[in-house]
C-alpha cells in the first residue's frame, strides 16, 4: 500500500483535488473490498449514502471489471437518485448555500380605515433585503428588512420559507410567512404579518434571480394597511461549509 | 451538500493474475464502518467528517490495471 507520500506526488501528477487515502495497513480495504494473493486492494467501488447506509457496492477482480466515470457518474445519480454533476455540485450546492437577497416590487395598498390620513387603496412599491439560512433541502429562514413606500411603513421582521427543488436542484418554488414588527414612521408603529410565493433560480452557484408575489399586512392592532406586490430580485449565493 | 470522492489503495504496483484471499465484511444496506485515514496532504480525513457534507463515493484502486 501506498504512503501518504507517494499519494501526494500521484495527486499533483493528475490534478488531483479529492482525498486521496492511504490504507497503509490495510485494514480499510478488508472490511471494505478484500484483499487479493499479492496483499493488495481488491478495486472497487462503495457508495456511502448521507446517513451512513451502503447503497452500492461493485469489485473488480479483473480488469475489464472496473467502471469508466461515465459509468460510476451514472451509478451515483442511480444510487443516490442525483442527477449528473452538475446536480450534485452546482444544483444542491444551491440550494445549500446561504442566501442575501434583494428584491424590489411593485403593486397596490390598501388602507382599511375609514377616511383620515390615507384611506382608500393607491398604487405602491417595495424593496426588501433579506438573509436566508438553509435548514435542509426544504427550508429557509432568516431576518428580512422591508421597506413599503404607499404604507411609509418600516417592517422587520423574521421570514420562514419552505421550498421544492425543481429543474435537478437549480430551482425552487418557495412559500413564505414573516411576522415582525414595525418601529417606524410613530403611526405605522405595530406588529406586522405577511406571506410571499416565489419561483427562484439559481443562475449560477453564487448568485441567484426571484420572481414572486408578496404581501404584507402593517399596523395589525390599528386599521391593517395591506400591501400586495409582485416582486423581482437577485441573490447572492455563499457556500458556508465545505469540506 | 456535495458528494465526496475517497480514493482508498494501492498507486503502483502491478498483478496479472489475482487470487482473491481476503473478502469483505460489509454488505449493501448495511452502515458503512468509520475510519479514518491520512490524505494526500497530511491530513485525517474520517468517513464520518465526509458524511456530514453528504454522500461519499469510495474507490478502491491499484494502480497498474
Request: aromatic content about 6%.
Amino acid at each position: 500500500m501506498d504512503s501518504p507520500a507517494n499519494s501526494r506526488a500521484f495527486a499533483a501528477s493528475y490534478g488531483i483535488t479529492f482525498p486521496l487515502l492511504a490504507d497503509e495497513d490495510g485494514q480499510v480495504s478488508r472490511t471494505y473490498a478484500g484483499v487479493t494473493s499479492d496483499g493488495n486492494t481488491l478495486p472497487g467501488i462503495t457508495i456511502v449514502r448521507g446517513d451512513g447506509h451502503i447503497v452500492f457496492r461493485q469489485l473488480a477482480s479483473a480488469k475489464d471489471d472496473r467502471m469508466s466515470s461515465a459509468e460510476l457518474v451514472a451509478t451515483v445519480d442511480r444510487s443516490l437518485g442525483t442527477s449528473g454533476p452538475a446536480a450534485v455540485h452546482d444544483g444542491f450546492a444551491g440550494l445549500d448555500r446561504v442566501q442575501f437577497r434583494v428584491d424590489l416590487g411593485g403593486g397596490l395598498s390598501h388602507d382599511g380605515r375609514d377616511g383620515g390620513d390615507g384611506g382608500g387603496t393607491g398604487a405602491t412599491a417595495l424593496g426588501a433585503a433579506s438573509l436566508l439560512l438553509p435548514l435542509g433541502r426544504h427550508v429557509l429562514i432568516g431576518p428580512r428588512v422591508q421597506w413599503g413606500v404607499h404604507a411609509g411603513a418600516l417592517a422587520i421582521d423574521g421570514i420562514a420559507l419552505v421550498r421544492e427543488p425543481i429543474f435537478h436542484g437549480v430551482g425552487a418554488l418557495e412559500l413564505g410567512v414573516s411576522a415582525g414588527w414595525t418601529p417606524y414612521p410613530i403611526p405605522r408603529m405595530g406588529g406586522n404579518v405577511g406571506g410571499t410565493a416565489d419561483l427562484w433560480f439559481a443562475i449560477s452557484p453564487k448568485l441567484s434571480v426571484q420572481l414572486g408575489v408578496t404581501t404584507t399586512v402593517y399596523e395589525l392592532t390599528g386599521g391593517a394597511v395591506t400591501d400586495v406586490a409582485a416582486t423581482i430580485g437577485v441573490g447572492g449565493l455563499v457556500q458556508v461549509s465545505q469540506y | 451538500m456535495r458528494t465526496a470522492l475517497l480514493v482508498l489503495g494501492c498507486v503502483t504496483g502491478c498483478v496479472t493474475a489475482l487470487h482473491v484471499t481476503s473478502t469483505a465484511t460489509v454488505t449493501s444496506d448495511s452502515i458503512a464502518p468509520d475510519f479514518m485515514l491520512t490524505a494526500q496532504d497530511g491530513r485525517r480525513v474520517s468517513l464520518a467528517s465526509e458524511l456530514a457534507h453528504g454522500p461519499a463515493v469510495l474507490v478502491f484502486y491499484r494502480g497498474s490495471w
